[in-house]
């Protein structure tokens, strides 16, 4: 299979490399240290502590299995499915250019060439997000665009410099596992990190209990307890504190992107039915775009008749026209957020097996709801409630109606 995620930088491409065959050797050295030297020489055969050593060594090896599959799912995931968005277009003959124009530019400089969002009402790929009843959108409705793929950006994808693409639900470009951890690879990660922590934890006990036990006979210090303790205490510390920043972004659905950005705020595009009064508190739009005027400012009305499906849209345009409130959140407002149980479930998966074993992908990575591309959390029939929009529902024809309130969908 083809590395999709082939790293734009070579430095990047050279610790991908390198790294793993370092976590390798040390996995290697540790092994050696903790279970030959100390473990099965030293406990076992000079101070015949058959019982602990027994249960040290499954423990070790159970701890060691864990960890070495869920780095190998990790690193497999990040390298060959890191969950970039598909292009629409193919950049073709375009792409030489576009890297050329990169590498010419620089790192720093990479923002500067902006390329302005498709003004097409057609525009390749917006179909995809109106059809769906939620979706982040920009001030004016329309959805983010990414300039360097020069296509729509799906609700919570980040563009990554490193794989010059966008990501879904991107993390943080880890070098420890030679890539962009993101929504396919996040729950791996965390099962990772953890029992790496365990497994420490684990040979920095055997190696203190040694360590106690030569002290009382009076021996010498021993090189491979040092070893040891040095090498558990560096990864387990390291590897506990991404343990714990990782359950908070599981549990309260947030990634580093969004840490980094604690202010932002979300502009929601919000099903509402077609022929809905305009409102002085939001502004909407309507979708397919017409050629001319596509949205409406608070406050300037409903300008295009019959619920702006009017006009000189065809007649399939007029059919599946939708509208759409501009709903904005607060600042820290987090739109998915489903409570801490379902925010877990969203990544973990939804039993103890996928909890704990590296197998399946996170129920998040499925994006064929027709909700939004993520599963929205009670903020989204707030914010209607907060906007004056009464909750809507589809009835057997599949036309939106709105309940008990004088915005009536027909
Ligand atoms: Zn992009």
Not at 75 to 89: A, C, K, N, S, Y
Not at 214 to 233: K, M, S
Not at 347 to 352: F, R
Not at 397 to 410: L, P, V
Request: proline share 6%; net charge neutral; with cysteine.
């Amino acid at each position: 299979m083809a590395r999709q995620s082939d790293s734009n930088r070579a430095a990047t491409r050279w610790t991908v490399r390198i790294i793993p065959f370092f976590i390798v050797g040390t996995f290697g050295v540790g092994t050696y240290a903790v279970v030959g030297r100390l473990l099965v020489e030293y406990l076992y055969q000079e101070e015949r502590q058959t019982d602990l050593v027994a249960a040290l060594l499954v423990l070790y090896f159970l701890f060691f299995l864990l960890t070495v599959s869920a780095y190998a799912r990790t690193l497999l995931t990040t390298q060959l499915d890191p969950g970039l968005v598909p292009l629409i277009h193919d950049r073709g003959a375009d792409e030489k250019q576009h890297r050329k124009d990169r590498a010419g530019r620089g790192r720093d400089a990479e923002a500067n060439v902006w390329v302005p969002p498709d003004q097409n009402p057609d525009s390749p790929g917006l179909e995809a997000f109106y059809s769906k009843e939620v979706f982040v959108c920009e001030a004016d409705g329309r959805p983010k665009w990414c300039s360097e793929c020069r296509q729509w950006k799906p609700d919570r994808a980040h563009h990554s410099s490193e794989l010059d693409r966008c990501v879904r639900k991107m993390d943080h470009l880890c070098p420890w596992v030679g890539g962009i951890v993101a929504e396919t690879s996040f729950n791996f990660f965390f099962q990772f990190t953890l029992y790496t922590a365990c497994l420490c934890f684990i040979c920095i006990a055997t190696a203190a209990y040694s360590l106690q036990m030569q002290n009382q006979q009076g021996r010498g210090l021993d090189g491979w307890v040092i070893v040891v303790i040095v090498l558990a205490a560096v990864f387990g510390f390291f590897t506990f504190a991404m343990t714990l920043t990782s359950a908070r972004f599981i549990f309260t659905n947030i990634t580093n992107i969004d840490m980094l950005r604690k202010t932002q705020v979300f502009f929601l595009a919000v099903r509402i039915p077609l022929n809905s009064p305009p409102s002085d508190k939001f502004p909407s739009i309507v979708y397919p775009l017409q050629p001319y005027q596509a949205w409406e400012a608070p406050g300037q009305g409903q300008t295009q008749p019959n619920g702006g499906a009017g006009g000189h849209g065809s007649a399939r345009d007029q059919q599946a026209a939708r509208r759409c409130a501009i709903l904005r959140t607060e600042p820290r407002e987090n739109p998915w957020d489903l409570g801490y149980w379902g925010n877990w479930k969203s990544v973990m998966g939804n039993n103890v097996v996928e909890w704990l074993l590296p197998i399946k992908h996170s129920p998040c990575c499925n994006h064929e709801s027709m909700e939004g591309d993520y599963q929205f959390g009670p903020l989204v029939a707030e914010l209607k409630k907060r906007y004056g929009i009464a909750e809507a529902v589809t009835d057997v024809r599949g036309e939106m109606e709105m309940h008990n309130t004088g915005i009536s969908g027909t």
